[in-house]
């Protein structure tokens, strides 16, 4: 079971939405059930029957194996602190990208740890952090029939967390899970969402990140 912590976003949703379409069951989570089963109905239609719940963001970390943090960074370290014990040995997927926005243009967000997924594993020392998915569109994701040509870079300490967490980003349609080594560089990876976005606006697009030569 993949389970999403603020997953009622168009982030999770979409990520939720491709991972039932290739065959995984997937549970949104939420502040609010409200909420959550409304997120729920958004993508139902287009995902295999029973294959997206809704709940809890407390309940669905605690009965997933894999649990997405797809939180606001304002929201990331309070959420986790208040979710320790229901991620004590899971794998914890972060794929927050901390950015401001102002006056047109997308900055990074300087974090004390070095980035959001060591933040993460400095709130949850017991949880296998991964770090993925920060460049990857949600607006594509959510197109279901839209191939996502992109690479994920995956990032760990965890080498068996981050190899299952590579083969997740290979059953979405056209996308390919790179390793991208140890969980310090998520920073790079956290940061290059800022230049992706601030591509966007110039030429009015959605660009992504390939790693060509491997
Ligand atoms: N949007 C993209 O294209 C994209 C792409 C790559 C990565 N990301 C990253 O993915 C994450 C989610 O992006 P998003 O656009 O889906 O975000 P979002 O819509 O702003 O937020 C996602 C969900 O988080 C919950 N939330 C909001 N504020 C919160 C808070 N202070 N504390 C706890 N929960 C809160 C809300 O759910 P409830 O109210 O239902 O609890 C909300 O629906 C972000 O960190 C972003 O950097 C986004």
């Known amino acids: 079971m993949i389970g999403f912590v603020g997953g009622t976003g168009p982030e ?17 989570g939420s502040r ?50 208040g979710l320790r014990d229901q991620l004590d040995g899971k794998i914890v997927v972060d794929v927050v990208a901390p950015l401001t926005f102002s006056r047109g243009q997308v900055s990074a967000i300087v974090v004390d740890e070095g980035s959001a997924a060591q933040q993460a594993q400095a709130i949850l020392p017991n949880s296998r952090v991964v770090a993925a998915f920060q460049n990857i569109s949600a607006e594509d994701l959510l197109i279901p029939d839209r191939a996502i040509d992109s690479d994920v870079i995956v990032c760990s300490n965890d080498s068996e967390a981050k190899a299952q967490i590579i083969a997740l980003a290979n059953i979405i349609n056209g996308a390919r899970g790179v390793d991208g080594g140890k969980l310090e560089n998520a920073r790079y990876v956290e940061n290059f969402t800022a230049l992706l976005l601030n591509i966007n606006r110039i030429y009015k697009a959605h660009s992504t990140i390939k790693i060509v030569g491997i």
Request: aromatic share 4%; charged share 20%.
């Open 32 to 81: 609010d059930l409200g909420r959550a089963e409304e997120a729920v109905n958004s993508v139902s239609e287009s995902a295999p029957p029973g294959s997206i719940r809704g709940g809890l963001n407390d309940q669905i970390a605690a009965n997933s194996d894999i649990v997405f943090v797809a939180v606001p960074f304002a929201g990331h370290q309070p959420t986790l602190e």
């Open 12 to 28: 999770g949703r979409g990520l939720a939405l491709r991972f039932a379409l290739a065959g995984e069951t997937v549970m949104i």
